[in-house]
């Protein structure tokens, strides 16, 4: 799929701004969602951090782990620190028979359309004392469960959206239905041929036409596999090259390996007695790589703004222009916005002042047709005399 594709596609998933996207984690019972959610929830950032914004019960927000960020950080000393982060919630456990309403059913996969990208969670670990819901423990079914279920789900919304406009157009001939007719014919096809949108390439007027469906299969998804200390310290599974041909085979998106019973005992033990743990059975934490990649299959990016009051992650979508950047900040910067002084971290790193990037020519100002790059180190100027409230 060509790069414009996949920035045509992605704004089916991310059709809402930016600070509020999430991650949903989802798999069957027993296979360590709660565990897992659980160890991000006691790493979630300070509420005060996010004004104006109550997290639920079922809802963490965790900061993603950034060097770039810390160094910042140590560099300025600021009074005030504000991380990037990324919101992940907890949806119930799915059960074959979903979307037909068995278990959960139908409230499970409305939590599902509510978020924007997945943590699939499955099982390879063996404990007679955790219940497998399907009897055993066998991931590759258990994948062919989930998918089977969000597809049908996604043809059941489909074929219902079809019927309407059909209905309708039985008492008019408007133009625009009978394209978005065309198109959900289109879409209704590759589903029972069982195909997932996210990986069809789709024109403009096709994307518009999903973003109303929400599909389920439209949503990016990272899939966490829970293993064993054992087979996690060893770092070897019969089952990890078999889910790996699984998830090659049906569209390759990123696969993590993590143990929640290491990461349980990493946060019981505490930082120095956890570390020790870690160094002595010669592994580390998954947890900031499931961070990082949940961040970044959703899309997402970060710039800095940065100095002795406060250094802080802003969050934004790949390829946004500098004014949407500036617009995150105060919607009034996105409608006055002038220009955009721009410094690479890397530039600031070494030089070490704004000066001395200054003096080396490595200080942009940039205008609105500039696409913001993941840590870029920005002030905006704007003119907002005169904007109307």
């Known amino acids: 799929m060509s790069k414009k594709k996949e920035e045509e596609v992605s704004k089916v998933v991310l059709g809402r701004p930016s600070n509020s996207l999430c991650m949903g984690i989802v798999g069957l019972p027993n296979v360590g969602k709660s565990t897992l959610f659980n160890i991000l929830t006691k790493l979630q950032v300070p509420a005060s951090n996010f004004p104006f914004c109550t997290i639920e019960p079922n809802e963490a927000r965790v900061s993603v782990p950034d060097d770039r960020y810390e160094w910042l950080c140590d560099f300025h000393k600021p009074a005030s620190k504000v991380p990037a982060a990324l919101q992940i919630t907890d949806i119930a456990g799915l059960i074959r028979g979903a979307s037909k309403g068995e278990g959960l059913g139908n409230n499970f996969l409305s939590h599902i359309r509510a978020v924007d990208g997945i943590f699939h969670v499955m099982r390879i670990f063996e404990d007679e004392e955790v219940t497998h819901v399907e009897g055993a423990v066998d991931p590759i079914r258990d994948l062919e469960i989930i998918n089977e279920e969000l597809l049908l789900k996604d043809i059941e919304v489909t074929t219902k959206y079809r019927e309407r406009l059909e209905k309708e157009l039985n008492h008019t001939k408007d133009k625009k239905k009978i394209a978005d007719l065309e198109i959900v014919k289109k879409v209704e096809a590759a589903l029972n041929e069982r195909k997932q949108v996210r990986f069809l390439e789709w024109k403009a007027n096709e994307i518009d036409v999903l973003n109303t469906l929400q599909l389920l299969g439209a949503k990016p998804v990272v899939y966490l596999i829970n293993m064993s200390e054992k087979e996690y310290f060893k770092k070897g ?88 950047a500036a617009g995150v900040i105060h919607t009034d910067f996105e409608r006055g916005f002038v220009c955009a002084e721009v410094m690479k971290y890397e530039d600031f790193k070494e030089l070490k002042s704004e000066a001395a990037v200054k003096a080396a020519g490595k200080f942009k100002q940039e205008g609105k047709t500039y696409s913001v790059v993941d840590g870029d180190i920005i002030f905006f100027k704007a003119n907002t005399v005169g904007l109307k409230k």
């Open 237 to 324: 599974s019969k089952w990890l090259p078999k889910i790996k041909a699984w998830i090659d085979a049906h569209g390759g998106e990123p696969m993590v390996p993590v143990c929640g019973v290491f990461e349980s005992k990493l946060l019981e033990l505490g930082e120095e007695a956890g570390k020790k743990y870690a160094e002595d059975n010669k592994t580390q934490t998954a947890i900031p790589k499931i961070i990082k990649t949940g961040y970044h299959a959703l899309d997402l990016i970060h710039f800095f703004t940065c100095g002795a009051d406060e250094v802080k992650a802003w969050t934004i979508r790949r390829t946004t222009k500098a004014p949407g």
